[in-house]
């Protein structure tokens, strides 16, 4: 059974950092792309980032390129996201999802992803 969770959320000041972890298990880690994904209060959930199997290829969605980093420990078995220079446009629930394929490319559209972790709450004070 795969399992997913998120941890590293809370509440900062714009202008913060914050750093997310996803712990997974149930598939072989090493092999599938994961991201990051989030839902702000009263909105869709969007595109964050993500990070191809080998942590080789990454994207990511322009409001937050150049502030947020996607990375992975394959031995570890989890996928982190750094968040730099925080606004409160960035509050909102991340979600870290994993791709059933061992494709090795990136997808930022939620429908190619297989499984999903619960949600860690970000929320960032002006």
């Known amino acids: 059974q795969v399992q997913l969770v998120e941890s590293g959320g809370g509440l900062v000041q714009a202008g913060g950092s914050l750093r997310l972890s996803c712990a997974a298990s149930g598939l072989t880690f090493s092999r599938n792309g994961m991201a990051w994904f989030r839902r702000a209060p009263g909105k869709e959930r969007e595109f964050v980032a993500a990070?191809?199997?080998?942590?080789?290829?990454?994207a990511y969605a322009d409001s937050v390129k150049g502030r947020f980093t996607i990375s992975r420990d394959n031995a570890k078995n989890t996928v982190n996201l750094q968040m730099n220079s925080l606004n409160p446009e960035d509050t909102a629930v991340y979600y870290c999802?994993?791709?059933?394929?061992?494709?090795?490319?990136?997808?930022?559209?939620?429908?190619?992803?297989?499984?999903w972790g619960q949600g860690t709450q970000v929320t960032v004070s002006s």
């Open positions: 999802a994993q791709r059933r394929t061992t494709s090795g490319g990136v997808a930022r559209t939620e429908d190619l992803y297989d499984y």
């Open positions: 990070i191809s199997w080998s942590g080789g290829i990454t």
